[in-house]
């Protein structure tokens, strides 16, 4: 047996167990081969392996590397049930709280998020190397392919966003990237690393490819599958961050024809979009599948909370991470009076007073455990448009980029809150390009890998982390200067072990400082 159709089999039978439905979907070609053939069958394959079924799980991590996180050292009141799990949800993410030069040494998960991409990735590539040979109607044949090309597209963007350095036009054709993966079989050999150029290439070619198969394709309403509104975005993402401006813009406005259908919490009260403690648990949710209308694609798993180190603050008493409030400029403190935000986005206990406390949150755009915990949206669109539109810098542009942070805050906002954006309100171009970036860390805070990937395209800012090994502890300062190295993750040991010409990227250690 050819060890591609090796791994078609095992692919194939797992997706058997979880489509029992499917009927005679796996069909016997030899004694010892099942391989899918209709398009049905390719779809189970795709749904099975080629989604990212696990993500919001596999790359919690790297959220508590950002600005977006802190330790917090006080404690609760309240008994709990789970003395010391927070203990062990610190210890577990210190490596990337840290910068630490080995993150893995801390987290044994830490290979999931590398691995997986490329078990999506290989799902992927049987779609594509078959797209000629699937039966079934064409319509959705082509719409089966286009979700392949995009989600091996966004799997590449992951990979390169983190493995590698931001996409820079003068140096991008030498720095090295990831290894690139275009068949489905399994090989044993030592690929090396591909540029940062030849990755975005492929990139935008897969998306390019994923959008022509998308006008011939079957339209389906389904936000768990990847639909041609969803691949706009992606380009105009991959465009923002190469920046391409024009890109970015073209293809954010095609994703918003008809509209950006946002979703209007700003009409909604505190209590409607929060938990209340010592009550049920709110019914609303922000990544609902039904009442957003701004959801073009859900997926990453329905996991209880968006990230598994900032857990339910009910269940917590000790030091723990919770979203950054200690600093002027840390995240929560950078939402307005009147943002809804705020309250749609985080779990906050309520005061005796019944007023929402800070003291202990956590991120919450989902509230259920059928609701999924990642999504590319409409508002990531706008957003990406009007930061493009910032960066031209014309007149008509800047106007532009203010016309759509008005409409995306328009939906964000109490109404007797709300309060329009003009030119006359920013002092020049770089004071709009700020602005624009804090409302985009606003908006997208917890989804996708969003905020690690801008603080590199950003150039890398200096950060500061304050650990606390428990409850009411000395702090440990660590700082990642501008420009570090460690903004580059280090491949698993298992990779670096088999494949040994694969180039190593060069971190350091990172010693706490004297407080």
């Not at 391989?35 to 990212?52: C, D, H, N, R, S």
């Not at 319509?139 to 590698?164: D, F, G």
């Not at 990544?287 to 959801?295: G, Y």
């Not at 009411?472 to 698993?492: K, R």
Request: hydrophobic share 35%; proline share 3%.
């Amino acid at each position: 047996m050819k060890i591609k159709n090796i791994y078609r089999l095992c692919g194939c039978l797992a997706i058997a167990l979880s489509f029992s439905s499917c009927g005679d979907f796996l069909k016997e070609s030899s004694p010892d081969l099942l391989i899918p053939q209709k398009v049905e069958e390719y779809q189970a394959v795709l749904v099975g392996e080629g989604y990212p079924n696990h993500f919001t799980d596999e790359a919690d991590f790297i959220h508590l590397m950002t600005d977006d996180v802190e330790v917090s050292p006080t404690s609760d009141s309240r008994s709990s049930l789970w003395d010391g799990d927070d203990d062990y949800n610190l210890r577990q993410g210190k490596g990337a709280f840290t910068w630490a030069y080995d993150i893995e040494y801390y987290d044994v998960s830490y290979p999931s998020f590398y691995k997986d991409r490329y078990t999506n990735i290989m799902a992927c590539n049987i779609i594509i190397e078959d797209a000629d040979k699937i039966t079934g109607e064409q319509e959705k044949v082509n719409s089966c392919v286009a979700q392949a090309y995009t989600l091996r597209a966004l799997n590449y963007l992951w990979l390169v966003s983190t493995y590698a350095k931001p996409y820079n036009e003068q140096t991008a054709a030498s720095d090295p990237g990831v290894i690139i993966r275009l068949k489905s079989q399994v090989v044993r050999d030592e690929p090396v690393r591909s540029t940062v150029k030849e990755v975005y290439d492929l990139i935008n070619s897969d998306l390019d490819n994923a959008l022509e198969r998308f006008k011939n394709a079957a339209v389906s309403r389904n936000k768990y599958l990847v639909s041609e509104r969803a691949a706009q975005i992606l380009k105009s993402r991959v465009a923002l961050y190469q920046g391409h401006w024009d890109d970015a813009i073209k293809y954010a406005d095609l994703a918003a024809e008809g509209g950006y259908d946002l979703y209007n919490i700003g009409k909604m009260t505190k209590s409607e979009l929060n938990y209340h403690s010592g009550s049920s648990a709110s019914s609303f949710a922000f990544l609902d599948d039904t009442n957003n209308t701004e959801i073009t694609f859900l997926f990453g798993g329905n996991e209880f909370n968006s990230n598994k180190f900032m857990s339910n603050i009910l269940l917590l008493k000790d030091a723990m991470y919770t979203p950054s409030k200690t600093n002027e400029n840390d995240l929560i403190h950078i939402y307005e009076p009147g943002d809804n935000r705020l309250y749609a986005f985080f779990m906050q206990s309520v005061d005796e007073g019944g007023e929402y406390s800070d003291r202990h949150m956590a991120p919450y755009k989902h509230y259920a455990f059928d609701i999924y915990s990642q999504a590319v949206r409409t508002a990531e669109a706008l957003l990406n448009a009007a930061e493009a539109h910032v960066q031209k810098g014309t007149q008509a542009d800047v106007q532009q980029a203010i016309s759509l942070l008005n409409l995306l805050r328009s939906n964000r906002f109490a109404a007797d809150s709300f309060k329009e954006l003009t030119a006359a309100d920013f002092a020049s171009n770089e004071e709009l390009l700020t602005f624009v970036r804090d409302e985009r860390r606003r908006e997208l805070c917890f989804e996708d890998i969003h905020r690690w990937a801008d603080l590199k395209r950003y150039g890398m800012p200096r950060l500061v982390h304050a650990f606390y090994a428990s409850k009411n502890a000395t702090p440990e300062t660590y700082v990642l200067e501008e420009g570090d190295q460690n903004y580059i993750l280090e491949f698993p040991h298992e990779v670096l072990n088999y494949n040994t010409k694969i180039q190593p990227n060069t971190r350091r250690n990172l010693p706490s400082l004297a407080n």
